[in-house]
């Protein structure tokens, strides 16, 4: 269980707590416990219908690599990992995964990549740290972009809806509050030294990112989406979709 609040390390505002290489150090030294058991494994079963050495797999928002490089080892897949922090990109580097390469997000956008260029994607804990719609629908549509025609999306994210709850190392929000789409609350994160960071995120409902894909999607006209939830109490919750087409399952199924 979380240890009690005082000597906390405090965080800063969306993102901010991760900002520079000192922010990146700390993001890389948070142990993410409960995303490996229950978020991680789900992306990765997502993703290995489409797995195989001639398969590229996007990290949209990579940081230190760790994720990647599991999926790469796991999967079989090459991996093209890319983030806004050069910071973090430093430390995916260091990971050494085979065959991986990673590229510098500026102004939301890859620009060393062309269209169309990977096979699937995953976005873990990404969409969490952005501030306001118009952001989160950019980078979707940079996804949307960067992803063949028909190629799944996982994205990962916290759920506004278990705020409250104590996991082993992690709390998402404060208990009985109900958060709406884009409003503010605090990630509580237990580091591997056993101090705890706080970060400032976002609520961003799955049913509010099913949306907002769809409207970056919209362009698309069979590209539809229906919502099943499992019961299974998780603070962090799996979706996945294809940038064109019917979407595959996870532990939010969008079908």
């Given at each position: 269980m979380p240890q009690d609040r005082a000597g906390e390390r405090p965080?800063?505002?969306?993102?901010?707590a991760w900002s520079g290489r000192e922010g990146a150090e700390a993001f890389a030294a948070v142990d993410a416990a409960t995303d490996w058991l229950l978020g991680y494994p789900f992306v990765f079963r997502?993703?290995?219908?489409?797995?195989?050495?001639?398969?590229?797999?996007?990290?949209?928002?990579?940081?230190?690599?760790?994720?990647?490089?599991?999926?790469a080892r796991r999967l079989g897949v090459r991996i093209v990992g890319v983030d806004a922090s050069p910071e973090m990109l430093a430390l995916a580097r260091r990971q050494s995964t085979p065959g991986a390469e990673?590229?510098?997000?500026?102004?939301?956008?890859?620009?060393?990549?062309?269209?169309?260029?990977?096979?699937?994607?995953?976005?873990?804990?990404?969409?969490?740290?952005?501030?306001?719609?118009?952001?989160?629908?950019?980078?979707?549509?940079?996804?949307?972009?960067?992803?063949?025609?028909?190629?799944?999306?996982?994205?990962?994210?916290?759920d506004p809806a278990c705020a409250g709850i104590e996991y082993a190392s992690l709390c998402v929000g404060e208990s009985g509050v109900i958060y709406g789409p884009g409003q503010p609350l605090?990630?509580?994160?237990?580091?591997?030294?056993?101090?705890?960071?706080?970060?400032?995120?976002?609520?961003?409902?799955?049913?509010?990112?099913?949306?907002?894909?769809?409207?970056?999607?919209?362009?698309?006209?069979?590209s539809t989406i229906r919502h099943r939830t499992r019961r299974r109490a998780s603070p962090t919750r799996t979706t996945c979709t294809a940038a064109t087409g019917p979407p595959n399952g996870g532990a939010h199924r969008w079908w």
């Open positions: 965080g800063s505002g969306s993102g901010g997502a993703l290995a219908a489409g797995s195989g050495t001639d398969r590229v797999l996007l990290d949209f928002g990579c940081g230190p690599g760790r994720v990647a490089d599991r999926a990673y590229h510098l997000v500026t102004d939301g956008r890859a620009d060393d990549l062309p269209d169309a260029c990977a096979d699937a994607a995953m976005c873990n804990h990404v969409l969490a740290s952005l501030p306001d719609e118009q952001t989160v629908l950019g980078v979707l549509g940079e996804i949307h972009r960067l992803l063949r025609r028909g190629a799944p999306l996982v994205v990962l994210t916290t605090t990630v509580r994160l237990r580091r591997t030294d056993g101090t705890w960071q706080t970060a400032q995120n976002h609520a961003w409902p799955p049913i509010t990112i099913r949306a907002s894909w769809n409207a970056r999607g919209s362009r698309r006209p069979h």
